[in-house]
Structures are given as structure tokens and as C-alpha cells.
């Protein structure tokens, strides 16, 4: 994964317990990851970017009880490997905690940019379901939007453009991975009529997921991504 939180490699102080790597990126997901899986399969809907739940759907035979037990043997699976090659760190509870109130603050951040931008927007509360489909919508759509879109985009600028253009290209491959993630909730059978101010909106949300993706890693822009859309679709009044 491309994102500049793995070039500080210091094992000093507070930046020590929250610095993104490959590791703790995937521990501190993994609760988002199976909290999504669990839920999911009892829902009519599910995340777009979702290209793994009907996959193990199929597995488990259509059965709710096998699927749930593939879904737990999974996350077990991953427990043991990250413990061990992770050493036990990742999963230190101080790491959890700090992506958590990490995710609150820049979920508050992005809330406010973007209604700067364009004003306020109703939030639509959808209690249950709500937060199934944000734990899904801030996994997924991470890893689509920011890992493989811009983060491979990114990748490939690194190798091809000159030193001294690389960031401008950068820059402009994040407004336009930013603009894919906002028109892609207006297409396919589950998109939303389009809506200029709900677009930009979320172009510049999807900028500053893509900034926390650079600077602090894959793990922080989930809970961000997950937290707001928990508060925008579940716990909103």
C-alpha cells in the first residue's frame, strides 16, 4: 500500500504506538472487517465495492449458521497470523484506541471541509442497517478508492514522472480519484440520483481520506470513512 506513513520508521514516543504499517493496518481493521461480514448476510443490500461476501455466500451453501462460522474461522485465521509475524504488537490495545479517537477527530474535520465547501446537507439516520453498510462502506471502499485507485495511481507516477513533476501529477491523481469515489454513488443500480451538491461534498470527502491514506495509513482513513458514515446514516436525528 502507497502512503508516506511508512517512511518514519523512529520508535519514539506517542509516534511509536500510532504509526501506520502493513500490520497494524490490517489488525486495526479486522473488527470493521468482521463486524461488516457478520452483519451483512442478513441484509437485502450490500456494499457495492463488496466483491467477497457472495463469494463466501456460495461457500457456505446459502447457510446464515455455515457462513457465519467461515466468516469467524477467517478472522481467527488472521488473529494467529498477525500475532505472530506482528509479534503481538499489533494488537495492543492502545493502538485501538488511538485509531478510534484518530477516526472521531478526522470524521469531525471531514464533516466540516466539506460542508464549507458546499454548505450543509440533511443527514439521514438509518439505525441497523445504517451501520452494517458503513462498516462495509468504510472497508471497501478504502480499499477500491484509496489503496487501489489512487494508491496504485500514485505507484505508477513515482516510476514514470520526473522527480520534479512527481508531486504535482500526485496532487492531481488524488482530485481525480476523489472525483471517481463521488460519481461512483450516482452509477449502477444501487446509485443515487445525481445531486451537484452531494457530489462535491463528497469529492472533498473523498480528498481528505485520501490525505489521511498518505500521511497516517490504510487503518486511519477506515475508521474515519466508517465513523462518519455511522454518524451520517445511523446516528442521526
Partial sequence: MWHMADDDDRDDGWLESSKSNAWTDLALTLPIFLGYHLGVV?????????LVTSQLIALA????AVYW???????????????VLGRGKSFEQKRFAFVAVEGVLYAVVMRL?????????????????????????GFYEEIAFRVVLFGGGALAIRFVVPLAFKWIFILG???????VF??????GALGEAFDLKVFVFRAVCGLVLTAIYVFRGFAPAVWTHTLYDIWALALAS
Fill in 42 to 50: 442478513l441484509l437485502e443490500v450490500r456494499n457495492a465495492a463488496d
Fill in 61 to 64: 451453501h446459502r447457510h446464515i
Fill in 69 to 83: 462460522g467461515i466468516t469467524l474461522a477467517m478472522g481467527a485465521a488472521m488473529v494467529v497470523v498477525l500475532y
Fill in 113 to 137: 471541509a466539506a460542508g464549507y465547501a458546499v454548505g450543509s446537507l440533511p443527514l439521514a439516520p438509518n439505525t441497523g442497517a445504517g451501520v452494517i453498510m458503513a462498516l462495509g462502506a
Fill in 173 to 179: 491523481w488524488a482530485l481525480v480519484a476523489a472525483i
Fill in 182 to 187: 463521488a460519481g461512483w454513488h450516482h452509477v
